[in-house]
């Protein structure tokens, strides 16, 4: 099925599957060579375009039957002595076959898309204009969204058209050379922020700054909780609190980009920057982001939602093509960026791998078809550090260079966009029209969140922090260590409580083993990107890190804690992992050991004790294996606290009955230590849940990190597992984990009753045509905006029920709602389709409150391009956990 974007329709034919036939790469390169002796740019295009679609024809059936949409992408290479880039294709075929593995290696990918250099027209994706309706979609700005939880879907629609109109007249005076320098960074280093676009006329310009978790490269800032530990909490209010937190400091230090949230899925066990993202389901996920992207820009910053899209390993990140259905695309992968586009989202970033064999960056479907037509986003597409790869990716959607230098730091290298872009339109090859586009989107952006009135200036210098001239030390902290501390404890998951081993109970002695439990020998901050596993961990590596302003261990918080509770209690500790006749004459007679442990990962830019981003293995770090043995061998009351960016084996250990209690603690940012002493000595009842699935075996994961390849491989990742990523694929083939997705204990119970279920009328009649044919079967039109479009998202059906606290200590149930779709739709055993936090005093009840869209009850149907209801019978349940369900339905359809 092809899949193109009507703008390159009319005067290009796409390349559509992957190239599985070996005899393409000697037709390839006969087409090369032929093209040699004088043949023109556009010749050698068409010679190699020919050549390769007609060895493309037999697969492309078989691409797609399952719905796999590829789209060819436009590439540019070599510098001319004039400083313009000329033309030239940058397809490729490997010598191995599509799908298949080289003979000591890895699957490779044999084709990458490219578009030919051609001429271009445009025409826009229009602006919103539909009108709101009052009490179901309220007209808001971004700076003003509906409370957490709320069941208003706030319509950006008229906020965003206003923008769009200002920023039109803004640059309707401007030169091609002013439009275009509002599309191209200054270069790697070449300005204050990590990101920098130049001022152009009354546009002051802007600076987009890491990170996911905080301000990065600068002081005075507060390092945030995970992505990850956030999600964990599973509650919406503290999600968007922190969104908010950490928006304000952004503004404080004049940032109008903040680079964040991420929300890449969990789909490899080991990713290395899953800590960045928000778990392993789109959902949660999808929830996660919204209310982050709500908070953030409430505080006037610009929000990124990133990597845009499938970019699920750090390993040959800018070498693989991740392959990927549409139906999977759409239910799994997307979704999360979806939400984003609903919550108003003014940036995008796209990633920097391929997808079908095309590059993110310049991938026309995912672009322009999924996320600007389908999705209706109305703010700019920028790219990751390095992601660009051609001049005319702009006809494919792409619309901000970043850093805007081809080889970050090096000014010789030239820029793809920049000179180059403004000589592609005035050759014919890109229309102006598109510029103006490009440049109106990042405007209207800026003028979205009112940042040209009284913006903060740029404060810091994140390349030479301790330059007196540009670094201003403003303090932005505030109060927010609260929130630090709040979710910390929140996203803490309690895995095992033998015999209420916890809450500890004044302990006369305590012993505290393992080197996650003290500061590290170099401080904070002594590890480059926080590129280092030495004492607790806070936050993983790379660039989605930050600068401590402190970190408080458990040693220090511990300590405080048990002088609070009795002067006559002592405290001990052992902080070598490895020196187990040291650790284990520690914790011998003490009331409890308390043993801490991590596992850590981070951006591949960096390894770490030989992990290089993603995690070799799924075991916890510095023996921290046998050092729980060694522990609970001479320690009855051993309990153990893994401070993980995310899911690892615990086998070795976990029935041990000496290990009475386990505490999956996240990476909880700067607030560490005594977030986890508010669990451990019951000031916080864990309410915290597993936003991943805890395997019995690695090998149990429905998908692996692929390794290996050589320098100028493209690594193949099919994502055979379709829709059934963590928790669906160990439910759809009958796998025992260890630990589900969704599960973690508290230090009370709870038990539901009282299940019901009814449709939600609605006075707006306006969509009523469109709410009938889904009620008949029929797929959602196939309309620019439509994926998002209100009438599929607002609540369609209630469901409620009631939580009761059995046990004599307040706390915090998480009920969450598993939608089980009839036989036809082929959709997994259980999917997550709804949650909600309920505070239950001691004894007492709560009524729980979840509703379901048309969209949660629809499947993507390819061919129609549009969401559709299944026929059959839709049942869900209401539980703890993706297994603990307590109370089971029928949707009244």
């Known amino acids: 099925m092809v899949v193109l974007n009507a703008r390159l329709s009319a005067l290009c034919a796409l390349l559509l599957a992957a190239i599985a036939d070996a005899q393409s790469t000697s037709e390839l390169s006969s087409a090369v060579s032929a093209s040699s002796s004088g043949a023109s740019a556009s010749e050698v295009v068409s010679s190699i375009v020919t050549s390769v679609a007609s060895s493309a024809s037999a697969s492309a059936s078989s691409a797609t039957s399952s719905g796999v949409t590829s789209v060819a992408s436009v590439s540019t290479s070599s510098s001319t002595s004039s400083g313009v880039t000329s033309a030239s294709v940058s397809a490729s075929v490997s010598a191995a076959p599509s799908g298949s593995a080289a003979t000591t290696g890895p699957p490779l990918e044999s084709t990458h898309i490219t578009i030919p250099i051609s001429k271009y027209p445009f025409s826009s994706f229009p602006v919103p204009s539909a009108s709101p309706v009052p009490g179901v979609y309220p007209s808001t700005s971004p700076k003003s969204p509906p409370p957490p939880g709320s069941r208003l879907i706030p319509d950006f629609g008229p906020a965003w058209k206003a923008a769009?109109?200002?920023?039109?007249?803004?640059?309707?005076?401007?030169?091609?050379?002013?439009?275009?320098?509002?599309?191209?960074?200054t270069g790697y280093g070449n300005g204050l922020c990590v990101g920098n676009i130049p001022p152009i006329a009354d546009f002051p310009g802007l600076c987009l700054q890491d990170a996911p978790l905080g301000v990065r490269g600068t002081d005075f800032v507060t390092v945030f909780p995970t992505g990850l530990s956030a999600a964990a909490t599973w509650q919406r209010a503290l999600i968007r609190a922190r969104g908010l937190a950490i928006g304000q400091e952004f503004k404080g230090k004049g940032v109008e980009v903040a680079l964040g949230?991420?929300?890449?899925?969990?789909?490899?066990?080991?990713?290395?920057?899953?800590?960045?993202?928000?778990?392993?389901?789109?959902?949660?996920s999808g929830e996660a982001a919204y209310e982050t992207i709500l908070g953030m820009q409430a505080a006037g910053v610009q929000a990124c939602a990133k990597h845009y899209i499938n970019d699920e390993q750090e390993h040959f990140r800018m070498q693989e093509s991740s392959n990927v259905d549409d139906r999977t695309e759409h239910e799994i992968y997307f979704h999360p960026f979806l939400r984003s586009v609903q919550a108003g989202v003014t940036s995008v970033m796209c990633s920097y791998n391929l997808i079908n064999g095309t590059y993110a960056c310049e991938n026309d479907y995912v672009l322009n078809e999924l996320l600007k037509n389908q999705a209706g986003f109305q703010g700019y597409v920028m790219t990751d550090w390095g992601a660009h790869h051609s001049t005319m990716s702009a006809v494919a959607g792409m619309d901000m260079s970043m850093p805007g230098d081809i080889v970050l730091g090096d000014p010789s290298s030239g820029s793809w966009w920049g000179a180059n872009l403004t000589a592609f339109v005035q050759n014919g090859s890109i229309a102006e029209s598109r510029i103006d586009d490009m440049a109106e989107r990042i405007v209207a952006s800026w003028y979205l969140l009112d940042q040209d009135q009284n913006y903060p200036e740029v404060s810091f210098n994140a390349f030479f922090p301790n330059d007196p001239a540009t670094n201003g030390h403003i303090d932005v902290q505030s109060d927010h260590y609260k929130i630090v501390r709040e979710i910390g404890a929140a996203g803490s998951v309690l895995l095992k409580n033998t015999n209420s081993a916890l809450p500890l109970k004044k302990p006369r002695s305590v012993a505290l083993i393992g080197n996650d439990a003290g500061p590290s020998s170099r401080g904070p901050n002594g590890y480059t990107y926080a590129g280092g596993d030495d004492g607790i961990l806070g936050v993983g590596w790379g660039s989605g890190s930050g600068l401590f302003p402190y970190l408080i261990s458990p040693l220090e918080a511990i300590q405080a804690r048990v002088r609070k509770d009795s002067s006559g209690s002592q405290v001990s500790w052992f902080l070598n992992n490895w020196d187990l006749a040291g650790a284990q004459a520690t914790a011998l007679d003490q009331d409890v050991a308390l043993?801490?442990?991590?596992?850590?990962?981070?951006?591949?830019?960096?390894?770490v004790d030989g992990n290089e981003g993603d995690r070799k293995n799924l075991t916890l770090w510095q023996n921290a294996d046998n050092l729980i043995a060694a522990i609970a061998e001479v320690n009855r009351n051993t309990i153990v606290i893994a401070h993980s960016v995310g899911p690892a084996i615990v086998e070795p250990?976990?029935?041990?009955?000496?290990v009475t209690a386990v505490v999956w603690a996240g990476v909880p940012g700067q607030e560490a230590g005594n977030s986890i002493t508010d669990v451990l000595y019951g000031d916080v009842n864990p309410s915290g849940r597993l936003p991943y699935t805890m395997a019995k075996r690695p090998e149990d994961y429905g998908a692996q990190l692929i390794t290996g390849g050589e320098v100028d491989d493209i690594l193949r990742i099919d994502y055979t597992e379709g829709l059934n990523i963590d928790y669906r694929h160990f439910d759809a083939n009958n796998i025992d984990p260890r630990f589900e997705f969704g599960f973690g204990l508290?230090?009370?119970?709870?038990?539901?009753a009282g299940l019901h279920i009814s449709p939600i009328t609605h006075a707006d009649s306006t969509s009523a045509s469109l709410e009938a044919a889904w009620a008949a079967g029929k797929a959602s039109p196939a309309d620019e905006g439509a994926v998002a479009a209100l009438w599929l998202h607002r609540p369609a059906f209630e469901v409620t029920f009631t939580v009761k606290n059995t046990g004599a200590v307040a706390g915090t149930e998480i009920a969450q709602l598993y939608l089980h779709f009839p036989s036809s739709a082929g959709e997994p055993p259980s999917v997550l389709r709804g949650f909600e936090d309920i505070q239950v005093p001691a004894h007492g009840s709560a009524q729980g409150k979840i509703t379901l869209s048309r969209y949660d009850l629809s499947v993507w149907d390819v061919d129609a391009k549009g969401w559709r209801k299944p026929s059959g019978e839709f049942t869900f349940s209401i539980g703890a956990s993706s297994r603990d369900f307590r109370l089971k339905g029928t949707v009244p359809l």
Do not use: C
Request: no cysteine; glycine share 12%; proline share 4%.
């Open 653 to 658: 250990w976990i029935d041990n009955p000496n």
């Open 261 to 284: 949230p991420m929300m890449n899925l969990g789909r490899i066990a080991q990713g290395g920057r899953n800590w960045e993202g928000f778990g392993a389901d789109p959902f949660l």
């Open 746 to 752: 508290s230090y009370t119970t709870f038990s539901y």
């Open 164 to 185: 769009h109109a200002r920023a039109k007249r803004l640059i309707s005076g401007w030169s091609l050379e002013q439009k275009v320098a509002t599309t191209t960074g």
């Open 595 to 607: 043993v801490f442990v991590n596992a850590d990962s981070g951006e591949g830019f960096l390894t």
